[in-house]
């Protein structure tokens, strides 16, 4: 019996290489693999437990959280903006963590063009000129991103056991799913969540 516990881990081992190698093909053909290639429909998010300090980082396309990335003009499209953003600032409730670890938020950071946030000056393409000599802005306002980053002190941590994106995948219908990226005690993981797989184990 011992012995095929052993083997368990190498007769998987082929089928996962097969499917890892399937999907660097298929990100292949999306920007090259790049983890933080912008595409509708797939959040991102950093989780990591140590001790009483759990922090979470969420980004994703603004078209996941408001159905548009445009500067919001009308008032319809700012009450969107408002009403996630009001979601975003209620993480305990949005991550769904347990009442029993005594989670309470230490700092908590939202950044996204759409709130008013100057976006990040990581293209150097954004001052490029049109052959003119007149600027080009438009390049950063195609994809707009909301990022919301959280720390909490969490005062018994083993209530900690798993991590319920159930609340994100309600509250952002249009997000279909969130890649983790999970460093607890149990070590690292990086998972594919959907709504109807939503929980993680820590």
Known sequence: MRRLLLALP?????????QAAAEHDHDHDHEHGSLGAHEHGVGRLNAVLDGQ?????????AMNLVGFEHQATTD??????????????????????????????STQELNSPLFGDKPEADHDDDHATDGKGVASHEHHHDHSEIHAH????????????NLDLTQVFKTFPATQKIQVQLIGPSGQQGVETTAAAATLKF
């Open 53 to 61: 300090a759990l922090e979470l980082e969420l980004e994703s396309p």
């Open 76 to 105: 319809a499209d700012k009450a969107k903006v408002a009403a996630a953003r009001k979601q975003l600032e209620q993480p305990l409730a949005l991550f769904s963590l347990p009442k029993a670890a005594g989670c309470v938020v």
């Open 150 to 161: 959280y720390q909490f002190t969490c005062a018994t941590p083993t209530a900690l056991s």
């Open 10 to 18: 190498f007769a998987l081992l082929p089928l996962a290489c097969a």
